[in-house]
Nanobody
Framework: VQLQASGGGSVQAGGSLLLSCTAS????????LGWSRRAPGKERDFVAA????????YYGDSVKGRFTISRDNVKNTVYLQMNSLKPEDTAVYYC????????????????????WGQGTLVTVSS
């Protein structure tokens, strides 16, 4: 499975960005998907995860109420809508995939999901 993330960029504090991650998997709808991030010099930070149907979603405490994860199983794509961005949201954002949702929705400082993409950089200026 290959995961291709896109949509990163530079934005001012309070702004919004939409990240997308497209998967090459033929059985895309069987996978849980999600996002994590890593700021320079810091460990992995869990952001959001969604189960195969979209009926279960988890968020990291620092993004609750500001970020929304969704998926389109027809387009093989998972999205992360990021609103009210803060400078501390600056990081490389990685798309992750695994059959088990808990492998993504983990606070582990290193990724444990079976698949992850190359990352997309988000920079939020004050």
């Amino acid at each position: 499975v290959q995961l291709q993330a896109s949509g990163g960029g530079s934005v001012q504090a309070g702004g919004s960005l939409l990240l997308s991650c497209t998967a090459s998997a033929r059985n895309f709808s069987n996978y849980a998907l999600g996002w994590s991030r890593r700021a320079p010099g810091k460990e992995r930070d869990f952001v959001a995860a969604i189960n195969w149907s979209g009926g279960t979603r988890y968020y990291g405490d620092s993004v609750k109420g500001r970020f929304t994860i969704s998926r389109d199983n027809v387009k093989n794509t998972v999205y992360l809508q990021m609103n009210s961005l803060k400078p501390e949201d600056t990081a490389v954002y990685y798309c992750e995939g695994d059959f088990r949702l808990e492998k993504i929705a983990t606070t582990s400082g290193n990724p444990v999901a079976e698949y992850w993409g190359q990352g997309t950089l988000v920079t939020v200026s004050s």
